[in-house]
């Protein structure tokens, strides 16, 4: 029994996708949209994939200073093994 991992109840070994890993797997969307556009629509290519880059860097942006990271799990602790961040270790 010892040496084994056990994994919390309900995980399966599957990890979970949290809100910033989406946001962070769909930033190049813009850009491939952009790419795409100016590519059949008839607008330059260099315009579309402007716009797509300041569409990325606003997701960026709320995601960085709108609704940023936490040290907090996702059952409101700190997901260290002390109680507070640099609090005493008792």
Do not use: C, E, Q
Not at 16 to 45: E, H, Q, T, W
């Amino acid at each position: 029994m010892l040496g084994r991992n056990l994994l919390p109840s309900g995980n399966a070994g599957v990890p979970s996708l949290s809100y910033y890993d989406l946001v962070l797997a769909l930033l190049p969307v813009p850009l491939l949209v952009g790419l795409l556009v100016g590519k059949f629509v008839g607008i330059p290519v260099s315009t579309g994939v402007s716009v797509g880059a300041v569409l990325s860097a606003m997701g960026v942006g709320h995601v960085l200073f709108r609704k940023p990271p936490t040290r907090r799990g996702p059952r409101g602790g700190d997901g260290g093994p002390r109680g507070r961040i640099g609090g005493p270790s008792a």
